[in-house]
């Protein structure tokens, strides 16, 4: 809780004490002297002894509540401001304020609001600035009398003895199948400085149940700390904090390690300018697109308290990060924004912040990225998620049902635990769906390091572009709902792949689309499904959206002078067979058109059609059918 009313220090109060009698004032004044040469014990039983001598002096009322929450003792400081403000209302009334922020402390928000308004009501010419903030505290308190009355369903799990034990687990970070999660521990070392550092550990989910976690390791873990860890999607590259390290450039910096072929992690690299400055750089949150980093960044205002905002950053072809920007109103506030996490929708961004609305201290929001960019109005997810407390990094599962966060809450394995909770419908993100592959040596069944490629079918915008594991020849990669992709794999001296996925109708669960790709060499007989060319009904007119194959299949010809190619058009056993054979006839015509258009030898190129005559699936089924409309070519 930040305390924005006028503080009420010894100094502030006059020899024109609000009291007549002469002991009160002798005591009261001995108090003062003490307080300021720090010996608040002894103040203490001389301001106690001041209020025997009169119940209603407000001057040692206030000192006293003051003292006390100095020392974070909220209850007695609650009973003497409360005391004092009763005894005259319009003595010093900055008081209220100072007892309405401990009301909210103890969630007594209709209180609280009283005393709110009653600060307005007994200041005199308050500024704007004042007022504002005012207001916005009691917009607060009726928010949050508001949302206790219409609680959100809550009910935290325990993630259980795999993953947390009596040291203090937190800031959980996931692949985006859910299957890997990597999170921070403090972990007692008698090396360390103060006997304990943070380390990352690593658990594996197995017949839904998190398996026992593992330490990440060297390079990674050191004996200085490491925390607030963001794993990529496909759980490669991970972004952390670290401070006060020899190659920082502020007290706090963003550093990168990736995994290796061997499942160990690189050696931290420091991000560097323009991410990391002077300042305090820290919580990163990778998005699933492979180029995107949120992270917050801090630094302090004239009246030395610590300003925190959301900055994000893009990772640009020339393998440089972008100069970071920060998130526009109604994003970041005049407040603190912290524990940014990013979606692997790409567009959804959870985040706390003491600058909205809200239950009190820091509250959890969730903003969405616009069509045209923009971010739209922070939503508040709402009570018992929220409460009077600070509450912070929370992370959301890839099919939006699961929230994860850290609590000390009873019951635990001891200290802070990872919890998960399910998430309320209504502040849930777009869903997600991935495609998880293995890229292999169609003879010889050993993994490929290839190139992929995920391209938006409607906008033509890559979605991810990368590379396979080299040892394992796998990839995993997001797809947000809403839309469909086309997927292209390539590797010099074989033949591509393609694909598509139609998430344009987001469904009521994650979808997984798991591929088993084999690559094969140019070599005579060999064929490749175009499964990115599209046509509209008895039509042979190539849409828009097959231009990606075109050019993929264009490409691989300029590569290879010397492959001659079959292109075959297929349909199902729908219709009329002679219609079906000009149809298909036709649009492998169109296929030759379109290479012969752009330079390639028209004697490279033969385009037959097929009809139905050569299936490869069962025409009794629409599944079947699809399978056999298609276009497809042959090596020669």
Same mark, same amino acid.
């Given at each position: 809780?930040?305390?924005?009313?006028?503080?009420?220090?010894?100094?502030?109060?006059?020899?024109?004490?609000?009291?007549?009698?002469?002991?009160?004032?002798r005591?009261?004044?001995?108090?003062?002297?003490?307080?300021?040469?720090?010996?608040d014990?002894?103040?203490?039983?001389s301001?106690?002894?001041?209020?025997?001598?009169d119940s209603?002096?407000?001057?040692?009322?206030?000192?006293l509540?003051?003292?006390?929450?100095?020392?974070q003792?909220?209850?007695?400081?609650?009973?003497?401001?409360?005391?004092?403000v009763?005894?005259?209302?319009?003595?010093?009334?900055g008081?209220?304020?100072?007892?309405?922020?401990?009301?909210v402390?103890f969630?007594?928000?209709?209180?609280?609001?009283?005393d709110?308004?009653?600060?307005?009501?007994?200041?005199?010419?308050?500024?704007?600035?004042?007022?504002?903030?005012?207001?916005?505290?009691?917009s607060?308190?009726?928010?949050?009398?508001?949302?206790?009355?219409?609680?959100?369903?809550?009910?935290?799990?325990?993630l259980?003895?795999?993953v947390n034990?009596?040291?203090?687990?937190?800031f959980?970070?996931?692949?985006v199948?859910?299957?890997?999660?990597?999170?921070?521990?403090?972990?007692?070392d008698?090396?360390?400085?103060?006997?304990?550092?943070?380390?990352?550990?690593?658990?594996?989910?197995?017949?839904?149940?998190w398996g026992?976690?593992?330490?990440?390791?060297?390079?990674?873990?050191?004996?200085?700390?490491?925390?607030?860890?963001?794993?990529s999607?496909?759980?490669?590259?991970?972004?952390?904090?670290?401070?006060?390290r020899?190659d920082?450039?502020?007290?706090?910096?963003?550093?990168?390690?990736?995994?290796?072929?061997?499942?160990?992690w690189?050696?931290p690299?420091?991000?560097?300018?323009?991410v990391?400055?002077s300042a305090?750089?820290?919580? @990163?949150?990778?998005s699933?697109?492979?180029?995107?980093?949120?992270?917050?960044?801090g630094?302090?205002?004239?009246?030395?308290?610590?300003?925190?905002?959301?900055?994000?950053t893009?990772?640009?072809?020339d393998?440089?990060?972008?100069?970071p920007?920060?998130?526009?109103?109604?994003?970041?506030?005049?407040?603190?924004?912290e524990?940014?996490?990013?979606?692997q929708?790409n567009?959804?961004?959870?985040?706390?912040s003491?600058?909205?609305?809200?239950?009190?201290?820091?509250?959890?929001?969730?903003?969405?990225?616009?069509?045209?960019?923009?971010?739209s109005?922070?939503?508040n997810?709402?009570?018992?998620?929220?409460?009077?407390a600070?509450?912070?990094?929370?992370?959301?599962?890839?099919?939006?049902?699961?929230?994860y966060?850290?609590?000390?809450?009873?019951?635990?394995?001891?200290?802070?635990?990872?919890?998960?909770?399910d998430?309320p419908?209504?502040?849930?993100?777009?869903l997600?769906?991935?495609?998880?592959?293995k890229?292999?040596d169609a003879?010889s069944?050993?993994?490929?390091?290839a190139?992929?490629?995920?391209v938006?079918v409607?906008s033509?915008e890559?979605i991810?572009?990368?590379t396979?594991d080299?040892?394992?020849?796998?990839?995993?990669?997001?797809? @947000?709902?809403?839309?469909?992709y086309?997927?292209?794999?390539?590797?010099?001296g074989?033949?591509?792949y393609?694909?598509?996925?139609?998430c344009?109708?987001a469904?009521?669960?994650?979808?997984?689309?798991?591929l088993?790709?084999?690559?094969?060499?140019?070599?005579?007989?060999?064929?490749?499904?175009?499964?990115?060319?599209?046509?509209?009904?008895?039509?042979f007119?190539?849409?828009?959206e097959?231009?990606?194959?075109l050019?993929?299949?264009?490409?691989?010809?300029?590569k290879?002078?010397?492959?001659?190619?079959?292109i075959?058009g297929?349909?199902?056993s729908?219709?009329?067979?002679r219609?079906?054979k000009?149809?298909?006839?036709q649009?492998?015509?169109?296929?030759?058109?379109?290479?012969t258009d752009?330079?390639?030898?028209?004697?490279?190129v033969?385009a037959i059609?097929?009809?139905?005559?050569?299936p490869?699936?069962?025409?009794?089924?629409?599944?079947?059918?699809?399978?056999?409309?298609r276009?497809?070519?042959?090596i020669?």
């Open positions: 809780m930040v305390f924005v009313s006028v503080t009420v220090s010894a100094q502030s109060i006059q020899n024109q004490y609000h009291t007549s009698n002469k002991a009160a004032i005591l009261f004044e001995e108090g003062k002297k003490q307080y300021d040469s720090r010996q014990d002894k103040a203490i039983r301001f106690q002894s001041a209020i025997e001598k209603l002096f407000s001057d040692a009322l206030l000192i509540g003051q003292i006390y929450l100095e020392r003792d909220n209850e007695l400081a609650r009973k003497y401001y409360r005391k004092a009763m005894a005259d209302p319009a003595y010093l009334p008081a209220h304020a100072i007892v309405g922020d401990i009301e402390m969630a007594n928000y209709p209180t609280a609001l009283s709110y308004r009653n600060y307005l009501k007994y200041v005199q010419s308050p500024s704007a600035d004042r007022v504002n903030e005012m207001n916005r505290r009691i607060g308190c009726e928010f949050a009398i508001d949302a206790m009355k219409h609680p959100v369903p809550f009910r935290p799990q325990n259980g003895k795999g034990t009596p040291e203090a687990e937190y959980p970070s996931f692949t199948d859910q299957r890997q999660m990597v999170f921070t521990r403090d972990v007692r008698p090396a360390a400085s103060g006997g304990h550092q943070e380390d990352f550990l690593i658990s594996s989910l197995k017949d839904s149940v026992v976690a593992r330490n990440a390791g060297a390079p990674l873990n050191s004996v200085m700390n490491e925390g607030a860890p963001s794993i999607a496909d759980g490669r590259v991970l972004f952390f904090t670290a401070c006060e020899p920082g450039r502020g007290s706090c910096d963003i550093y990168l390690s990736r995994r290796m072929d061997d499942g160990s690189s050696k690299v420091n991000l560097g300018s323009p990391n400055t305090w750089e820290s919580q @990163p949150s990778f699933s697109d492979g180029k995107t980093l949120y992270f917050i960044r630094s302090y205002n004239r009246e030395r308290r610590r300003m925190t905002d959301i900055y994000v893009t990772f640009r072809e393998m440089t990060w972008s100069e920007r920060k998130l526009p109103s109604p994003v970041n506030t005049t407040g603190q924004e524990s940014v996490f990013i979606h929708d567009k959804t961004l959870y985040f706390s003491d600058g909205h609305i809200g239950m009190g201290g820091k509250d959890i929001y969730y903003t969405r990225m616009q069509s045209d960019s923009t971010w109005t922070p939503v997810l709402g009570y018992p998620v929220n409460t009077q600070d509450e912070n990094s929370v992370v959301v599962s890839a099919d939006g049902r699961k929230a966060f850290a609590s000390d809450r009873s019951g635990g394995q001891g200290n802070l635990d990872i919890y998960a909770f998430l419908e209504s502040v849930r993100p777009v997600v769906s991935y495609v998880k592959a890229v292999s003879s069944g050993f993994p490929l390091q190139e992929f490629e995920i938006d409607s033509g890559v991810v572009s990368n396979t080299r040892r394992k020849g796998e990839f995993l990669a997001c797809l @947000p709902a809403g839309r469909s086309l997927l292209n794999v390539n590797k010099e074989y033949l591509f393609s694909d598509h996925f139609n344009a109708e469904t009521s669960r994650q979808q997984a689309f798991e088993d790709i084999r690559l094969s060499k140019p070599v005579a007989g060999e064929r490749v499904v175009l499964k990115n060319l599209f046509f509209d009904l008895n039509s007119d190539l849409k828009p097959s231009k990606p194959e050019e993929r299949l264009l490409a691989f010809l300029k290879n002078p010397a492959v001659r190619i079959a075959g297929h349909t199902d729908s219709g009329d067979d219609k079906n000009v149809l298909s006839e649009r492998a015509t169109s296929v030759k058109r379109f290479l752009r330079n390639i030898d028209p004697a490279r033969d059609g097929y009809g139905s005559t050569n490869v699936a069962d025409n009794a089924t629409e599944e079947g059918r699809a399978l056999n409309r276009t497809e070519f042959v020669r």
